[in-house]
């Protein structure tokens, strides 16, 4: 095995450049952290004060007990998605924080000051609740969760690679925003029910849990995540197509809204208006969009196994690793055999290899296509690097991995004298060709 990398793991010239000692005190990272933490802070606090005035103390605690419980299916639903090449926790932090907090406040705020204004325009507050529900309801809300995924498009450009990158950040939004609504309406229901003495299976509190939790927890992240497709197309998109990388999450949000609006519409449809549309429109866009995803994390392990053994040639990986890096079964195997023989820091490398390596693929598939940035190089040369200095844990896991997960073949006896002309007869351990 070489001792030394191929070719040198970075450029020269000092490490990060001279540019950042000169920025700004605002270009400075602690400071764009910090600003983004209060934001989310403040906007926390304020949506919890308004919340909490709306629906009450116990009401409030009612309906954050009952809105939690989708809330992890949900999460690890999006993470299981994302597991061929993982983004980071902060991300997915990130994009619940505004989703909970600041979506919600600029939902709240902006959806009561244009129903009070249609209102009083009209004259007539019913079509004012109604225009509010079907129309400004889906443009501003599906607008403040979109903001969260240009955000992380925008700011975390490495880690928005494709579609399912979209598809995650947006469900995890769009799951935020629905669990602070959740415990808006379940503690109203809550508290309607106080006051009618309504209890069980026949309250408003059990019926809008139905409705919300048990029926149709999906529907927010489903209206969102088109958005995050339009987005994630825009990402595989090169960098010269300034006009598609525009157009296409703008498609997307628009769709968004679309859909928004006719589930929120559904109820003026008539008496089963909610389960026609539910049921028509509904489930089989939710289906339709998970075969989406899933073939798409399908076509990524196939980028995966089709881009890494050019790597294996120029002896960055081993023969069986592009194999093992591309079976979700075979890097699962790895990551128990390094827990098993070496422990949890020698899985955590592993999964950590398993995740450097996608990108790298993911990176030359872009390249090769002319879609990569400016700084491919250094990009392929930072990842090789981080490959390198975790092989000694991760080569033996994924060798063994590669082993047990590897498609049986058949095994051809040659013949004495093998029919290769100008060649002596291949060697095999064991085998005798003078054996009578």
């Known amino acids: 095995m070489a001792t030394f990398p191929p070719y040198p793991t970075h450029p020269t010239g000092p490490p990060g450049g001279g540019a950042l000692g000169h920025a700004h005190w605002w270009q400075r990272k602690w400071?764009?952290?910090?600003?983004?933490?209060?934001?989310?802070?403040?906007?926390?606090?304020?949506?919890l004060a308004l919340v909490r005035e709306q629906t009450g103390t116990e009401g409030f605690l009612v309906g954050l007990g009952l809105a939690i419980l989708p809330v992890p299916l949900l999460i690890a639903a999006f993470r299981w998605l994302d597991r061929v090449e993982p983004g980071p926790w902060r991300n997915l932090l990130f994009a619940f924080s505004w989703g909970a907090c600041a979506a919600a406040l600029i939902a709240i705020v902006a959806n009561s000051f244009a129903t009070r204004w249609i209102a009083t325009a009209t004259a007539d507050p019913s079509s004012a609740d109604t225009l509010g529900a079907t129309v400004i309801a889906p443009v501003v809300e599906e607008t403040a969760k979109a903001a969260a995924v240009l955000l992380v498009f925008l700011f975390r450009r490495r880690d928005f690679t494709g579609i399912v990158d979209g598809v995650v950040i947006a469900g995890v939004t769009a799951t935020g925003f629905a669990f602070t609504e959740n415990i808006l309406y379940l503690g109203t229901a809550f508290g309607t029910d106080q006051l009618t003495g309504d209890s069980g299976i026949a309250s408003v509190t059990a019926a809008t849990f139905f409705v919300r939790v048990i029926m149709s927890p999906f529907a927010h992240p489903l209206?969102?995540?088109?958005?995050?497709?339009?987005?994630?197309?825009?990402?595989?998109s090169a960098d010269r197509h300034h006009v598609r990388r525009v157009l296409l999450p703008l498609s997307g949000l628009l769709l968004?809204?679309?859909?928004?609006?006719?589930?929120?519409?559904?109820?003026?449809?008539?008496e089963y208006g909610f389960f026609a549309v539910y049921a028509a429109f509904m489930v089989p866009a939710f289906g339709l969009l998970t075969w989406l995803v899933i073939w798409t994390r399908q076509r990524e392990l196939r980028t995966v196994r089709e881009e890494l053994p050019a790597y294996a040639v120029a002896g960055w990986l081993t023969?069986?690793?592009?194999?093992?890096?591309?079976?979700?079964?075979?890097?699962?195997?790895a990551r128990q055999y390094a827990r098993a023989h070496a422990g949890k820091r020698a899985a955590r490398a592993v999964a950590q290899y398993e995740a450097y390596a996608t990108s790298l693929a993911f990176l030359r598939h872009r390249g090769r296509r002319g879609r990569a940035g400016a700084d491919f190089v250094v990009r392929e040369r930072e990842l090789l690097h981080e490959l390198w200095v975790r092989r000694e844990a991760a080569?033996?896991?994924l060798d063994h991995a590669a082993r047990m997960t590897a498609p049986p073949t058949p095994v051809v006896i040659p013949p004495t004298h093998w029919p290769v002309h100008g060649y002596p007869a291949v060697q095999y351990p064991g085998y005798n060709p003078y054996r009578t």
């Open 31 to 47: 400071v764009r952290y910090g600003a983004l933490i209060t934001l989310l802070a403040l906007s926390g606090l304020v949506i």
């Open 223 to 236: 209206f969102t995540v088109l958005t995050g497709i339009g987005f994630g197309i825009a990402a595989l």
């Open 256 to 270: 968004a809204m679309g859909m928004h609006a006719v589930w929120n519409g559904s109820s003026t449809f008539g």
């Open 319 to 333: 023969p069986a690793e592009p194999f093992a890096l591309g079976s979700m079964r075979a890097r699962r195997i």
């Open 395 to 397: 080569r033996p896991a």
